[in-house]
Structures are given as C-alpha cells and as structure tokens.
C-alpha cells in the first residue's frame, strides 16, 4: 500500500485565502484591522525566523502586526510589563510571547498575564484548562495542534472511536494534541522517552502524531497499516552523497543539510494510509492557524 500524502502547504494556502477574504470583509465594513503582537525575548536565530515569518503571514492576509523585541538579559518586569501594555492596547487584537524564553523569565507568569481574549497562541493556562476539561470549550486552541487535527479532518480521517497515540508530551504540541484528539472521542495514549515497547504502543495506532523531536525515530515497521501518521518533527540533517560523503552546495560551498521529520518517511509511506510529508505537512500549518485564531480574536473584540 501507498499512503495518501496530506498535503500541508495546499491545505495550510486554503485556510490562509479564508482568512484573507474574511480580514477584507472586516476591513470594507469600516472594522478594525485584525493585529497580531508578536513578543521576543533574546536572540535565539529559530525563534527569530519564527516571529518573522509570523509578521509577513499577516502582511500577506491583510492583517497588521506589532513586533517587540526585548534583549536576552530582559527581566521578568520588562516582559510582564510590555505584555501588560499590549493587554490594554485596543488596536492588538492577539498576543503571541515567542517560546523558549531565556532562562531568567519565570514562563508561566508571563503566559498567564496574556489576556485570555488575545491568548492566540491558546498557551494561557485559562485556555489550557478549559481545553482539559469535559463540557468546557478553550476561546483558543493551540496552533501546531489544532493544525494536525485540521488536517486529519481535511484527509477525511474519522478521529472519533479511533486509536490514537501521541508521541512526545511537550506543552507546545504533544499535551494539547491529546487533549484535542480526546475532545473528539479519540482514544488516547501519550508515549514519551519513558514509554516500555514503543514499537508495540505505536503499532495498535489509527491514528500518530509524532512530535518527539528525533530524526526518523518511528520506522515503518512500527506502523499499523492503513493508520493516519501526523509528523509534527523538523530535524535538520546532512545531505549525503551516493558514498557516504556529506554533500557540498555549490553555491554556498557549505555541506548541504535537509529536513526530515519524526517519523521515516519512505517507509512509512508504504503502510500508512495517510501520511504527512517534511517539509509541507504540519509546518505551514501551525502559521495558518495562527492567522485564524488572530481573526477570530478581533472577531470577539469587535464583532
Ligand atoms: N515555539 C515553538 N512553537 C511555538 C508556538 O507555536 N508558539 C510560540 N509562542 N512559541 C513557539
């Protein structure tokens, strides 16, 4: 069998061009701009990246964004105060706080100052409880997440009465994944470094979403055939050439590197039944959501 590719990008431009006819909407009735805050601390070159493609994403919708840039030696005061700050300031409609943060800022406090209407990101533990508990509906859902469900849903992936195993339990993706996936009457198991057997947790699986972290750790072998694999990993790897040797870009003169995810990709495909590529999976998902969830934002501060 040969999986179905889900394809992220085209999935991720569709959700991107309904925003953008909502945002111009919005905009011919005289309303506000939807305006997305973006908060970083340090220099950190990933998180740099982020936040940037994060500020072109709105320019390209049609939305506005504020980008705040404290240094990596910021105090816990500084950060708390510009977030009060973009807390009462009507023209940001979301607050993103780029995450990791230095060492020194106490990282709940800050998530927990995020007014829960402009909480985006879906990281307040307000948000977070709520999407924990039975019978009770976040305002927001966290943006990596809500994608990979988005695109089970898109493949046409029956997630209810479902076996579905989580690899990875990081506040970012893995825990809001499950909780997600348990919302919609998945059954669910988390798997993490401690997990005993993973090949056998992993192989009773409808549905995986790995987001571990490690280059190919989950082999084809480990998949139960016909399952819906979610590849949330983005592991950056050396290109080789056909003897081993590392491969050299001739324009940069620098070993060439490429993206691979979590799960082994050319084998898996021959046994899952749907399965995500890296990159253009999950990836650009986690933007597009995170310009749905910023619309919706002004959409609840000004109907
Ligand atoms: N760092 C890695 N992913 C994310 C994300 O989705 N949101 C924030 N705020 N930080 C991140």
Known sequence: MTAQIIDGKAIAQKVRDEVAVQVAKRSAAGK??????????????????????????????????????????????????????????????????????????????????????????????????RLAQKGREPLFVPCTPYGCIYLLEQAGVKIEGANAVVLGRSNIVGMPAALLLISRNATVTVCHSRTRDL???????????????????????????????????????????PDGTPAISEKTGKPRQKLVGDVNFEEAKEVAGFITPVPGGVGPMTIAMLMRNTLRAAEIQNP
């Open 32 to 129: 506000p701009q939807p305006t997305l805050a973006t908060v970083l601390v340090g220099d950190r070159p990933d998180s740099a990246a982020y936040v940037a493609s994060k500020g072109k994403a709105c320019a390209e919708l049609g939305m506005g964004s504020i980008s705040q840039h404290l240094p990596a030696d910021a105090s816990q005061e500084q950060v708390e105060s510009l977030v009060r700050q973009l807390n009462a300031d009507p023209k940001v409609s979301g607050i993103l706080v780029q995450l990791p943060m230095p060492h020194q800022i106490n990282e709940e406090r800050v998530l927990s100052l995020i007014s829960i209407e402009k909480d985006v990101d879906g990281f307040s533990p307000l948000n977070i409880g």
């Open 199 to 241: 090949p056998a947790v992993i192989r009773q699986a409808d549905i995986l979403i790995a987001a571990i972290g490690k280059t190919e750790m989950v082999r084809g072998g480990w998949i139960k055939p016909g399952a819906a694999v979610i590849d949330v990993g983005i592991n950056s790897i050396p290109v080789l050439n």
